[in-house]
C-alpha cells in the first residue's frame, strides 16, 4: 500500500529564512503528488501539485522518483506562510483515494 | 455557495450514543472522501466512493463506523456507540475523480465531541 511520511511534525523558522517540509512516499507506480495546506480557522485546501510544476505563494516542490521524495520549499518565509501544510499522494491514472500524511506544523517567527 | 458543506459544524454526544455526520459534495463531483483529523494523528484516511464502485472502507477504524453515499451525492457517516477516543474533526472532500483533474475539495468539517 502506498504511504506517505512527513519527518517533521513542527518546523519553526525565522521571517525570511528558507523554509524545507519534507515528504517521502512509497508507491512503486508513479504517482501524482500534492501539497495541501490549513490556515488557522479555514478550510484545508491545496497548495500545489507536482504535474503543474507551478510556483505558488512562493512554494515550489519537486518530484524526484529516485528519492521518492516531495519536498515543499520558499526560499524567503513570511508570517502568513504559518499554516499546516500535507503532503499527499494519490495513484496515477486512476481514481482512487488520496493518501496524505500526518503533517507539519510550520511557524514562523518575526 | 458552491464548495462542499458539512453539517453539523459541531456535535456534542454522550458516550454510547450513535451520530449521523452529512456531507454535501460539490455538485458534479463523482468522488468523495471522509477523513479524521485529531491532534497529533493528522489526516487519517476513512472511507472513499468513486461513482457507483463499491467504497474503500479500508480506512474505517471498526465496525462501529459505516458510510452511505445516496443516488451519488450526499454522503452520510454514521457512529455507533460512541467512544470518547472517536473525538475528532471528521472532514469530507469531493473530486471529479479523474486523472489530471484530481484536486479534492474539504468541507470545513465537524467537530465531534464524545462525553
Known amino acids: 500500500a502506498q504511504r506517505v511520511t512527513q519527518p517533521e511534525k513542527l518546523l519553526s523558522v525565522f521571517k525570511g529564512a528558507p523554509v524545507e517540509l519534507k515528504c517521502n512516499y512509497s508507491?512503486?507506480?508513479?504517482?501524482?503528488l500534492f501539497w495541501y495546506v490549513q490556515y488557522s480557522r479555514q478550510r484545508l485546501q491545496l497548495l500545489l501539485r507536482?504535474?503543474s510544476r507551478e510556483s505558488i505563494k512562493g512554494f515550489t516542490a519537486d518530484l524526484n522518483k529516485g528519492e521518492t521524495s516531495f519536498h515543499l520549499k520558499k526560499p524567503f518565509a513570511q508570517e502568513e506562510d504559518s499554516a499546516m501544510y500535507y503532503c499527499?499522494?494519490?495513484?496515477?491514472?486512476?481514481?482512487?483515494?488520496?493518501?496524505f500524511g500526518k503533517g507539519t506544523h510550520l511557524i514562523i517567527q518575526p | 455557495g458552491a464548495g462542499v458543506s458539512q453539517s453539523p459544524s459541531n456535535k456534542v454526544t454522550e458516550k454510547g450514543k450513535d451520530v449521523e455526520l452529512r456531507c454535501d459534495p460539490i455538485?458534479?463531483?463523482?468522488?468523495l472522501y471522509w477523513y479524521r483529523q485529531s491532534l497529533g494523528q493528522g489526516l487519517e484516511f476513512l472511507i472513499y466512493?468513486?461513482?457507483?464502485?463499491?467504497?474503500?472502507k479500508s480506512g474505517l477504524p471498526s465496525d462501529r463506523f459505516s458510510a452511505e453515499r445516496t443516488g451519488g451525492s450526499v454522503s452520510t457517516l454514521t457512529i455507533q456507540r460512541t467512544q470518547q477516543e472517536d473525538s475528532a474533526v471528521y472532514l469530507c472532500?469531493?473530486?471529479?475523480?479523474?486523472?489530471?483533474?484530481?484536486?479534492?475539495?474539504f468541507g470545513q468539517g465537524t467537530r465531534l465531541t464524545v462525553v
Open positions: 472532500a469531493s473530486s471529479k475523480g479523474r486523472a489530471g483533474n484530481t484536486e479534492a475539495f
Open positions: 508507491y512503486s507506480g508513479s504517482p501524482e
Open positions: 507536482h504535474i
Open positions: 499527499a499522494l494519490k495513484k496515477g491514472g486512476g481514481a482512487d483515494g488520496l493518501t
Open positions: 455538485s458534479g463531483h463523482t468522488a
Open positions: 466512493f468513486q461513482g457507483n464502485s463499491a467504497p474503500d
